[in-house]
């Protein structure tokens, strides 16, 4: 890391996004029962939340951070801190684009086919976090850069 | 609502929501663990995994405009989740991974609340 001939090589390279399948060999099953238990419960807790006040409260809870909960204990544990603290910096990229989302299936749900209004919802928030997630690398590798 | 439905198409609608929430929070997670680096897998984090499947069975059994209702609250609770998310950067690294995202809880709930009100008023 310290060595200067490969520092701008590691800088340019440690926000570039790598799909790596065989990793999910080195994931554990507890880990995805625990998301899928948390998933579950926090879909019934909007649901029964919805279903004693109104719809729309319960919505706010199908945005709850149980998950971003569930995976920095799950990091913490795991790893450290800091790579806790990372696994946020992208969640909160991908929360902006979770906004752009809601706000496009609420918009079209009742005009649109549901397949048609959640697939794009969807490809909105993919497409807002990850540009988000560009231009957060770009900044962040040219801080880099001055400092180093 | 909860009057209208007999007990067993109650109780199969909240294991529908249990099932599909849980099968779509970890589909996401499949992926996002076959991404490097952290930040960047750290996106499907706060994917509308649990929103989608909500959705999906809301639609499904009861239509779409307690579904619409339901995607016009998430609005508010996603600006939770990006407060959430920004002061966990900082929280999880000052304090430990779980008392970190429970500090992080308050601004989740205080800017869920304030845009939830925003929303609900600009109707």
Known sequence: MSDPASHDETSRNHFFPRFQPGRIKEARFRDFAVRFAFGGTISVVAALLGAATTESIGGVFTAFPAILVASLTLIDKQEDQEHASYDSVGAALGAVGFIACALFISLTLQRWSTAASLGVGLSIWLAVSVVLYALYALLASRGRDEQG | VLECRSGTVEVAYYLAKFLVGGTV???????????????????????????????????????????????????????????????????????????????????????????????????
């Open chain 2, 25 to 123: 929070v970890v589909l996401f997670a499949v992926v996002s663990e076959t991404f490097e680096p952290k930040r960047f897998a750290g996106l499907f984090s706060a994917a509308p995994s649990v929103l989608l499947a909500s959705l999906l069975v809301t639609v499904v059994l009861e239509g779409t405009t307690p579904a619409s209702e339901s995607a016009s609250g998430a609005v508010a609770g996603a600006v939770g989740l990006v407060a959430f998310a920004v002061v966990s950067t900082w929280a999880v690294y000052r304090f430990k991974g779980l008392v970190g995202s429970l500090v992080s809880l308050l601004p989740w709930a205080v800017a869920s609340l304030a845009a939830y009100l925003f929303l609900m008023g600009a109707r």
